[in-house]
């Protein structure tokens, strides 16, 4: 059988999402409901396409189209803690240059993300490292909390147990109403590291889709006066916990809430019964702190392998000359 695409539609949309929940590789952010607050928030250009063989669904594959000059390709989603190709367990890497070449008759570029290295060894076309990253995920069928915690140094459960003892409280946000004071914090932190922003918005977009199955906000605050607090989604159907986003006082320079949320995300998680924590993406640097304090709440660095293809001669001039191309950056 040869490879075909299909873009998403209004008739095989309910194949997507079935493929998708029955993959090892699928997520809650592969999903339409997670498209929607893209679309809805953010206003991407998004073209997301079904790979088959013959008639059966052996992939789904989420892209952003983005253009360069003149010059139109698709890269990884946005915003997305997982944005990787979805591929059926079955399907044979020996193939996937013949896959890529269905995207060059609309597009010049292609940028995408993959738990696969053998899918990257037949490709033809001019490619390059997009920026090598990682899941840092704490398998918690291997090492429950308890097992976890008797790991950390005295510092470390020091820095959290202070908190519940100086009367911090993790409060769960059950209004929309409430969001803001989450935000507050996120958009401080962020612009601390000079970070993206997001928009009050997107977060008010993801409490109308995913609340209250799959979203928890929760600040950590004790009478008027707020630590931190997170932004974290849950996926029943995998079982899988994701830390999404961080809000920090930084007013409170002598304090650190990152440490107590991480920990409390985990004891969340395994309470109501899931088994795994994504802790965010990093890359595998052991001088990085973050790579450091997700270790030490028992994560483990999955690879993610990026990778921009450049279909087109002119494109992979401008690439040589060091032309920005969206796809480039680890999207």
Not at 11 to 35: C, I, M, V, Y
Not at 228 to 242: N, Q
Not at 296 to 325: N, W
């Amino acid at each position: 059988m040869t490879y075909s695409i299909e873009p998403l539609s209004r008739d095989n949309a309910d194949r997507w999402d079935a493929f998708n929940n029955r993959s090892p590789e699928g997520t809650l952010f592969h999903s339409l409901k997670w498209k929607q607050v893209l679309e809805d928030a953010l206003h991407p250009k998004l073209k997301y396409y079904l790979i088959l063989d013959g008639e059966d669904v052996v992939g789904i594959s989420p892209w952003a189209e983005e253009s360069a000059l003149n010059f139109r390709g698709l890269i990884s989603i946005p915003q997305s803690d997982a944005n990787n190709i979805v591929l059926d367990g079955g399907f044979d890497p020996g193939r996937f240059n013949d896959l890529l070449s269905l995207f060059t008759k609309d597009h010049s570029f292609l940028h995408f993300n993959t738990y696969r290295p053998n899918l990257l060894s037949g490709i033809t076309y001019a490619s390059y490292s997009g920026g090598e990253t990682g899941d840092m995920v704490t398998d918690l069928k291997k090492r429950a909390p308890e097992a976890i915690w008797g790991t950390l140094s005295k510092k470390t459960t020091k820095s959290i147990l202070r908190f519940p003892r100086e009367g911090f409280e993790l409060q769960e946000i059950d209004r929309k109403s409430d969001i803001g004071l989450f935000y507050r914090y996120y958009e401080k932190n962020m612009m601390h590291i000079n970070g993206e922003i997001l928009p009050l918005s997107f977060f008010e977009t993801l409490w109308d889709h995913f609340s209250p199955d799959h979203l928890r906000i929760a600040v950590l605050a004790k009478d008027d006066t707020v630590a931190g607090g997170s932004a974290a989604f849950m996926d029943p159907v995998k079982k899988t916990v994701y830390f999404g986003y961080l809000a920090l006082n930084r007013d409170l320079p002598h304090y650190t809430p990152t440490y107590y949320m991480d920990w409390d995300l985990i004891n969340w998680a395994w309470e109501n019964g899931y088994e795994r924590v994504s802790l965010g993406r990093q890359k595998a640097d052991p001088d990085n702190p973050r790579f450091r304090d997700k270790a030490k709440l028992g994560a483990e660095h999955i690879p993610i392998h990026s990778r921009l293809v450049l279909f087109s001669k002119p494109t992979q001039i401008l690439y040589r000359i060091k032309t920005l191309i969206p796809g480039s950056r680890n999207a």
